[in-house]
T-cell receptor, first 109, second 113 residues
Framework: SQTIHQWPATLVQPVGSPLSLECTVE??????LYWYRQAAGRGLQLLFY??????ISSEVPQNLSASRPQDRQFILSSKKLLLSDSGFYLC????????FGPGTRLTVL | RKEVEQDPGPFNVPEGATVAFNCTYSNSASQSFFWYRQDCRKEPKLLMS???SGNEDGRFTAQLNRASQYISLLIRDSKLSDSATYLC??????????????FGQGTILTVHP
């Protein structure tokens, strides 16, 4: 069966610091991968998706970037965090139906 | 107009009650429809897909009306463990194609003893 991992589970970072969140999927090959963000009291917003190694599409302009160095690895990064980057970051895999990892709760102070 | 709109809620019901959630979507080209459940500070989990013919999974029944662009979820014999936020979700893609999930704001359900 497929499993999706994310780390870290929680993160507190100062404004202006870099960010790297990692997501890995097991039990499937060449998955479509996604990064979503859920800000406090708001709905989920798609940030990036990837259909293959090195293929990244961005949904919204922002302070973040994504990379897919391996088939089942998806990384979300930032060079300098903003207060507005705080939120619950969720990695997902799938097609029409998508399955989410446990998420990373990021607080930028 | 929001792409996916849900009942504002919150719903507060006793154990054993039947509760219904409604949702409308604005893009008639949407191909796939789902209900997700999200517990407090956890990730959303797929509860069930929704089909035009209607589908049932135990105490849960989902319906889709494409003409009205309307989706519903019925929970019978509510349990304490059903307490969660229920998210109505649509996708322009179908099958295994990649696609962006569009989420409703969610409806909070609390089931009390």
């Amino acid at each position: 069966s497929q499993t999706i991992h994310q780390w870290p589970a929680t993160l507190v970072q100062p404004v202006g610091s870099p960010l790297s969140l990692e997501c890995t999927v097991e039990g499937t090959s060449n998955p479509n991968l996604y990064w979503y963000r859920q800000a406090a009291g708001r709905g989920l917003q798609l940030l990036f998706y990837s259909v293959g190694i090195g293929q990244i599409s961005s949904e919204v302009p922002q302070n973040l970037s994504a990379s897919r160095p391996q088939d089942r690895q998806f990384i979300l990064s930032s060079k300098k965090l903003l207060l507005s980057d705080s939120g619950f970051y969720l990695c997902a895999w799938g097609g029409a139906a998508q399955y989410f990892g446990p998420g990373t709760r990021l607080t930028v102070l | 107009r929001k792409e996916v709109e849900q009942d504002p809620g919150p719903f507060n019901v006793p154990e054993g009650a039947t509760v219904a959630f409604n949702c409308t979507y604005s893009n008639s080209a949407s191909q796939s429809f789902f209900w997700y459940r999200q517990d407090c500070r956890k990730e959303p989990k797929l509860l069930m897909s929704v089909y035009s013919s209607g589908n049932e999974d135990g105490r849960f029944t989902a319906q889709l009306n494409r003409a009205s662009q309307y989706i519903s979820l019925l929970i019978r014999d509510s349990k304490l463990s059903d307490s969660a936020t229920y998210l109505c979700v649509v996708n322009l893609a179908g099958g295994t194609s990649y696609g962006k999930l569009t989420f409703g704001q969610g409806t909070i359900l609390t089931v009390h003893p």
